[in-house]
């Protein structure tokens, strides 16, 4: 698994300060930071939060930091404000308190299971009830694709290219933002990712795995009605021959599939955190 690490871009943003500062903490020792073979700096998440504790005075322009001293003593639960600050358009708001939670040391994976998963649901949920609108439903979701997006740059570019995976809707299936979840775990992960795209037929996956190659299918299903049985049993022969494992995620699956233990060659889970452990034995 990459460490996750920070640049003095990044760090000058998060302490509002410009970035020769950042090197010059460095360069006395202040703030403690890895050299690439490059000569680039990248500061971990533990070096990061080393410098905080030591220099406290240092952090005091950053809301960022003050949102960490805030959250860093609580435990992840704070979904309702992130749900309030992009309903009310405070998207940039909204990326600092996801921000901070990151780095009062939370993984990607637990922001993504306590935070974007439940406010998704509340958006599906408050549409359902013609609460909010189409047009509300959409730029909250749109913001939340950026939040995940924002995050690849903390991740590393140790990509394993002998570790391909494709990723996909299945049929019936038009929700983007799994995709972007599962990208942003598998890349952290060192895995060389394929995207697809929402709606996928078999015959599509088909040839996507003959042209790629992979060591495993990611296959999300959310919302649709339908159980692709057929499909199913047809991507699990594929599996076979190909010698490739299928994850299975969301919730739209059956509750048979949902039951059923994790096998050789599938298996779906409930949680991202839960898949990121299987990915770091794996």
């Given at each position: ?17 410009n970035e020769t500062t950042i090197k010059r903490w460095i360069w006395k020792g202040k703030l403690k930071a890895n050299t690439t073979n490059g000569g680039h700096y990248r500061v971990t998440n533990e070096q990061l939060q080393d410098f905080i504790r030591l220099y406290p005075q240092l952090s005091i322009n950053s809301y960022i930091i003050r949102r960490y001293n805030n959250e860093k003593e609580k435990n992840v639960n704070g979904w309702e404000e992130y749900y309030k600050l992009i309903l009310n358009n405070k998207h940039k708001e909204a990326f600092i308190l996801l921000q ?183």
């Amino acid at each position: 698994m990459q460490i996750m690490h920070f640049t003095p871009p990044q760090l000058s943003e998060i302490f509002q300060v410009n970035e020769t500062t950042i090197k010059r903490w460095i360069w006395k020792g202040k703030l403690k930071a890895n050299t690439t073979n490059g000569g680039h700096y990248r500061v971990t998440n533990e070096q990061l939060q080393d410098f905080i504790r030591l220099y406290p005075q240092l952090s005091i322009n950053s809301y960022i930091i003050r949102r960490y001293n805030n959250e860093k003593e609580k435990n992840v639960n704070g979904w309702e404000e992130y749900y309030k600050l992009i309903l009310n358009n405070k998207h940039k708001e909204a990326f600092i308190l996801l921000q901070s939670v990151y780095i009062s040391g939370n993984n990607i994976s637990i922001i993504i299971d306590e935070y974007i998963v439940p406010v998704l649901w509340k958006i599906g949920f408050e549409y359902s009830k013609g609460s909010i609108s189409i047009y509300e439903e959409h730029r909250m979701s749109f913001r939340i694709n950026e939040h995940l997006a924002r995050f690849e740059q903390f991740v590393g570019s140790n990509i394993q290219k002998n570790k391909k995976v494709i990723l996909l809707c299945a049929k019936g299936e038009n929700h983007m933002i799994p995709l972007q979840m599962l990208n942003l775990i598998l890349s952290k992960n060192n895995r060389d990712t394929h995207v697809l795209g929402i709606n996928i037929s078999y015959e599509e996956l088909e040839k996507a795995v003959s042209d790629i190659k992979p060591n495993m299918i990611c296959i999300t299903k959310s919302y649709t009605e339908d159980n692709p049985k057929k499909y199913l049993e047809k991507t699990i022969i594929l599996a076979k021959k190909y010698k490739m494992f299928i994850a299975l995620g969301g919730s739209g699956w059956s509750v048979d599939i949902k039951k059923a233990p994790i096998g050789k060659y599938i298996g779906w889970f409930d949680s991202m955190i839960n898949f990121e452990k299987f990915l770091i034995k794996k």
